[in-house]
């Protein structure tokens, strides 16, 4: 994609930011809107002049070697990230065999042997998306070490691995969503179906189930977090029925709502699931359940993958969170240009998520696709 899209993401991004309260970071954005064009166009700005940079520098890209290091091919986002990664890389002048790409099937000790691989056949930058958040220092050391500039994505090292980063004036970001939006969004999409809806055993609380992603990783924590403080934030009373790890897995999603539902029957009021691939798979025990989605029970992902946003579409999902892989992926790739060219980067490269419901699920499809 798509300089379009990624244009009508910003303008669909900053209607979001304005419209909802958020985490800490979103609450500037909330409170002062100005904050949030500035940031806007301070974003356009840092793209152009990567563009006018990664231009400039064409010919000499077509020689460099960029390693690519994700977690787990199998991750459905993950697919979706890694995919426009290879295309964008390739339209800013990377030769498509100077881009090597490799899966480290969801295991730490694999994943650390490609990044040796890379170390060794001499690549010129690093773009990884670790198995365990908890590994960066030891990643960064070698990376580093090795004197290769390394862009972190999708999992966020915690904040004393980044301010090293700083304090060590070494060549190493991050680029990511603050995943405690994505959570506030996913609680504000069942907020405003109001009490009264959703309270369907009438006890007066939001009763709910909670399906995580991996534990280690930081966007799971803090969506399970702030989809709850969304809530409470809007003067509801919650009630966790249960929260349980799903790995971001359909299939694990699938068996832990059909036991939940199973469990507590009527009770289960509302889903909450960290990814879409868990959402889907709840939904098909939600429908195997005989239950009905905006009927007598609600369900929330996060993502929107294709088929999350036609199940909004179709009534069959409350709504979705986009998780923007075109943003996240570009701007990993320009922050690698960037180190390449010398420009260098700053330490933390963010970007928004927007939410979805019924309005908008179709314009985000229409994108997406
Ligand atoms: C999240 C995404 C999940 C999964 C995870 C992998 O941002 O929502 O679906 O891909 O990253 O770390």
Request: aromatic residues 6%.
């Amino acid at each position: 994609m798509k300089r379009k899209a990624v244009s009508l993401v910003l303008a669909l991004t900053m209607v979001a930011s304005v419209v909802a309260g958020c985490g800490s970071k979103q609450e500037e954005a909330t409170t002062e809107p100005a904050a949030t064009e500035d940031a806007a166009a301070e974003k356009t700005d840092a793209a152009d002049t990567a563009d006018a940079a990664a231009e400039a520098v064409d010919g000499d890209l077509a020689d460099k070697k960029v390693g690519v290091c994700i977690y787990q091919f199998s991750d459905n986002f993950m697919t979706l990230f890694r995919t426009e990664l290879q295309s964008y890389l390739e339209s800013k002048g990377f030769k498509a065999e100077n881009i090597k790409i490799v899966d480290g099937a969801n295991d730490q000790a694999t994943q650390s042997g490609q990044i040796d691989n890379f170390i060794t056949e001499g690549v010129d930058v690093m773009i990884v998306n670790p198995v365990n958040s908890s590994s960066a220092a030891t990643i960064t050391d070698k990376v580093v070490a090795a004197n290769i500039p390394l862009v972190y994505i999708n999992r966020e090292p915690d904040a004393t691995e980044e301010q090293r980063w700083a304090d060590e004036n070494m060549d190493v970001t991050y680029v990511g969503c603050d995943a405690r939006q994505s959570g506030t969004f996913q609680g504000e999409i069942i907020a405003d179906l109001g009490l009264d809806a959703i309270d369907l055993n009438k006890n007066g609380k939001v009763d709910y189930i909670m399906v995580e992603g991996d534990p280690e990783n930081v966007d799971a924590q803090y969506r399970t977090e702030f989809s709850v403080k969304a809530l409470e934030d809007a003067g509801l009373e919650v009630n966790c029925l249960t929260d349980q790890v799903g790995n971001w897995q359909q299939d694990q999603a699938q068996q832990i709502v059909a036991n939940a539902l199973g469990q507590y029957g009527n009770d289960v009021e509302v889903v909450f699931c960290n990814n879409d691939a868990m959402a889907m798979g709840a939904l098909q025990a939600i429908q195997s359940a005989g239950r009905t989605v905006g009927k007598d029970i609600y369900l929330v992902g996060v993502d929107a993958l294709s088929e999350a946003l036609e199940a909004v579409i179709a009534g069959n999902l409350t709504g979705t969170v986009f998780n923007d892989h075109f943003s996240q992926s570009h701007s990993a790739a320009d922050a690698a240009i960037n180190y390449l060219t010398g420009a260098g980067n700053e330490h933390y490269i963010g970007c928004d998520y927007v939410k979805v419901t019924q309005d908008n699920a179709q314009e985000v499809l229409d994108m997406v696709k």
